[in-house]
């Protein structure tokens, strides 16, 4: 069969790959793709990983900044959330700004003893007191504990924590810890579980100074006047070694003036020999820092004046006033106790000013006073607990002028 040429219609001979008349090729030519370059492909995959591995970065970061953290503090420790940063303290009432990483209290072997320890959380930037909606709103669970040194039975309790209000102070998270002198040095750790997943811990060392008690009577010290009385106080106080606490067991004799007790711890004992009895016409003032309590028991007193002027830590038993303008008188003052004692017949009967962690008035009778109890205004009381109690024909019961919290139980007041 003959064929033409496509292009000039000449006839072309059998199997010709081109033209002879107009040079024209005659196969079809296929198409080629020029080579793709493997440098972009490798590019684009290179930057496709960095982007995963960028992603892998970020999340990591996410993921560790949510991951629980475990915050630990001696005496105080700083921690910061997502709504700011907050101080937590370990302390007593007397400032929430002062940290107690070590508390040393001074015990008779045999005797119990205790005290509060608060927990104070403060804004960081402020020292504005957030206690209360740090507790209430960022905390799940909460525990108290004693770790002692060594696995024994050491003696010491703690009671569950509780929100109280400090006037002055704001709120705090208290705990009552007690002990005895023979008891060993201890740990004291809270630690708060927080609604994010972190943990607080906050620890304060207790340390336990035994004391020995030394009896004294007027056959070994002169103490017929106030005036002997007060020189053999004083010289007590400056030869005892501080774990020795002097108890002095008084003559039933009247004393007339003013006795001081001051830095030094002293327990005073009045004694009755039929119708003669341990008798003070004038005062006793009480000063000193620290938490070693004075104990005063069993001693009559006669105003007027201020029977009873207190600025240290005393436990009174047994004692009676009468005819004073203020029978008891206490003010910034860890602690204060009162335990059967009679309060009659003065213009105050009890007056608690700018006081500090624990105050109880036990089986106390407070009767024909102008006023039976008095709270002023501007205080600082951390507890005041009265406790089967008696108040009746004062001119005013109660007089708590600042509104402060008490505990009122099993008391008559008429």
Not at 111 to 125: C, Q, S, V, Y
Not at 165 to 190: A, E, K
Not at 279 to 296: L, S
Request: proline share 6%.
């Amino acid at each position: 069969m003959e064929h033409s040429c496509p292009h000039c219609g000449k006839p072309l001979p059998d199997g010709a790959s081109f033209c002879p008349y107009c040079a024209h090729g005659l196969n079809r030519r296929q198409q080629l793709e020029p080579p793709r370059c493997v440098g972009g492909i490798l590019r684009r995959a290179a930057k496709a990983l960095g982007l995963l591995v960028l992603a892998a970065a970020v999340l990591l970061g996410l993921a560790q900044m949510r991951k629980p953290k475990t915050y630990t503090g001696q005496g105080s420790l700083t921690y910061t959330d997502q709504d700011g940063t907050y101080e937590l303290v370990l302390g007593d009432s007397g400032s929430r700004q002062d940290p107690t990483a070590v508390y040393t209290v001074h015990t008779p072997l045999e005797e119990e003893h205790g005290r509060f320890i608060h927990l104070f959380i403060n804004e960081k930037a402020t020292g504005s007191d957030v206690t209360e909606l740090f507790i209430q709103n960022k905390i799940v669970a909460h525990r108290v504990e004693v770790v002692p040194d060594e696995p024994t039975d050491h003696g010491v309790t703690l009671e569950e924590p509780s929100l109280v209000n400090i006037i002055n102070l704001g709120c705090s998270f208290q705990s009552n810890v007690r002990w005895t002198g023979s008891s060993p040095d201890v740990t004291i750790r809270w630690t708060l579980h927080m609604k994010n997943g972190d943990t607080l811990c906050l620890e304060q060392r207790q340390i336990v100074e035994p004391l020995a008690l030394r009896r004294y009577t007027a056959e070994d010290l002169p103490m017929e006047t106030l005036g002997q009385l007060q020189q053999s106080i004083n010289r007590l106080s400056n030869e005892l070694p501080p774990d020795v606490m002097a108890e002095i067991c008084l003559p039933p004799v009247e004393y007339v003036g003013t006795l001081n007790l001051s830095g030094y711890p002293i327990r005073l004992y009045g004694s009755r020999n039929g119708d003669q009895c341990t008798t003070i016409r004038g005062g006793i003032r009480v000063k000193g820092q620290g938490d070693d309590a004075n104990r005063i028991a069993d001693i009559e007193f006669h105003g007027p004046g201020v029977g009873l002027e207190v600025t240290a830590p005393v436990k009174v038993s047994g004692c009676s006033f009468q005819g004073y303008e203020t029978a008891v008188a206490t003010k910034n003052c860890k602690r204060v106790e009162l335990y059967d004692c009679l309060l009659t017949d003065n213009t105050v009967g009890l007056s608690l000013a700018a006081q500090m962690g624990e105050n109880r008035v036990e089986q106390c009778r407070l009767a024909g006073n102008g006023t039976g109890i008095l709270l002023p205004s501007g205080n600082s009381v951390a507890q005041v607990e009265i406790i089967n109690c008696v108040l009746e024909q004062n001119g005013v019961n109660l007089d708590n002028q600042g509104g402060f919290p008490l505990s009122l139980t099993d008391t008559a007041v008429t």
